[in-house]
């Protein structure tokens, strides 16, 4: 598998013989979020999915104890919102799913991305995303994540769509993902865009 495309991860996979909801334990998504919540970052996060690979559909979802039970939030994209939050932990909370699709070939994805993104950035300001992001995943390393021990090469910027971008007054149309490489976010003064990322993730060579 290539590095470029082991930052969207799988974390578990889903089980299921019969058509039951997936049930997931929370305490280890738990251990991920601690960390992330220990950090302290400012401008990224740790993302969770329910990956759409093999037909998986989220149709929805619980956080459950033995004694209480919490609809789950999740987008279009089935990225799934999931509260940070020791007592759920202690109170050995499940996460469950319902999926439309074979349950057995679903699983949940870990993405490092950027907090939110916006339609234009100094160059400050991605640099200290991409700093965020290693020091994030350096942090993480160990499995699933002992494949980043090296820097990150630079940022992925994904956009629906076709948009254009100004990088530095220099006008260049993108479609789909775009590769920043480290070098130019280290000397760029600003980026522009027509629409803003989707996604802002970390990119790193082969």
Known sequence: MKKSLLFSLVMFSCASVNAEPISLEYQSFYQRLKQ?????????EVAFSV??????KLID???STEKESFPLTF????????????????????IN????????SCAIAMQV?????????????????QTEMNTLL???????????ASEIAGLNLEFDGDVVMTLDGKKMPVSGTYRLHKDVIESLNSIEFSQAPKVISPWTAK
């Open 138 to 148: 350096s942090m993480m390393q160990g499995f699933p994540m002992r494949y980043f």
């Open 113 to 129: 991305r950027s907090k939110n993104t916006k339609q234009a950035y100094d160059g400050a300001e991605l640099l200290q995303i």
């Open 36 to 44: 992330v919540n220990k950090g302290n970052y400012q401008l990224v």
């Open 51 to 56: 990956s759409k690979a093999n037909g998986c």
């Open 75 to 94: 987008t279009k994209d089935q990225r799934i919102f999931l509260p940070y939050d020791a007592q759920l932990k202690s109170d050995r909370a499940l």
């Open 97 to 104: 799913l319902n999926v439309e699709g074979d349950a057995k």
């Open 61 to 63: 979802g619980t956080i």
